[in-house]
Each structure stands twice: as structure tokens, then as C-alpha cells.
């Protein structure tokens, strides 16, 4: 069974950093996309970025434009861990922040492309 365990949500104030953390256990994690999505209320749950199963080549990352320049996705695969480094946080970034896993190597951008997600982690960022 694939489980995927979100952490390090919390409460920031606008421009200070956070960083997310997903362990997944029930795949052989290195060689599946993984992304972050955000949903705030009232909205469609969007990416935020994403990150291509490790290749002899490495990995291709994609970030929504919003966060270009202040988020960072990475994974360590000795550690079945993806990670969201956000930094400039903005109060337009409050929302739930899920991780999931795709049945691919190849990076994807949409919802319906990832078969297992997270519980969630909530990212609230004052003004």
C-alpha cells in the first residue's frame, strides 16, 4: 500500500520560509514524478511544482509561475522524501499543501495524472 506523510506546515508571517516535507513508503519512490499541489478555500487544488522519477541524467523540475524564484522542489531518495522550500512567503500562498506520487517517470503537471496523495498540511501566512 502507498502512503504518503505530509509535515512542516505552520503559521508564517508574510516573506519568512517553511519547509514541507513528504515521506512515501509502498513504491519504489526513485523512479515516480512527485509533485506538491495547494488548495485554498473556494479553489481548484493547483500544482505548485513537480519533480521527475531520478534518471541517469537526473531530474526535471516545473514550478507554476507564482512561485518561480521563492519555492524549490527537491527529492532524497535514500530517504523516500520530497521536499517544498519555500521562502518569500506571500499571504496568497495560505492553503492546504498535499504531496502525491505519479505511476511514472516522466514529470507531471495535472491532478488526474498522480494516483496516491497526502493528507494535506496547512500553510498559513499572515500579512
Known amino acids: 500500500q502507498v502512503q504518503l506523510v505530509e509535515s512542516g506546515g505552520g503559521l508564517v508571517q508574510a516573506g519568512g520560509s517553511l519547509r514541507l516535507s513528504c515521506v512515501v513508503s509502498g513504491r519504489t519512490f526513485s523512479r515516480y514524478a512527485m509533485g506538491w499541489f495547494r488548495q485554498a478555500p473556494g479553489k481548484e487544488r493547483e500544482l505548485v511544482a513537480a519533480?521527475?522519477?531520478?534518471?541517469?541524467?537526473?531530474?526535471?523540475?516545473h514550478y507554476t509561475d507564482s512561485v518561480k524564484g521563492r519555492f524549490t522542489i527537491s527529492r532524497d531518495n535514500a530517504k523516500n522524501t520530497v521536499y517544498l522550500q519555500m521562502n518569500y512567503l506571500k499571504p496568497e500562498d495560505t492553503a492546504v499543501y498535499y504531496c502525491a506520487i505519479a505511476p511514472s517517470v516522466v514529470l507531471a503537471r495535472a491532478v488526474g495524472l498522480y494516483d496516491y496523495w497526502g493528507q494535506g498540511t496547512q500553510v498559513t501566512v499572515s500579512s
Open positions: 519533480i521527475s522519477g531520478s534518471t541517469w541524467s537526473g531530474e526535471s523540475t
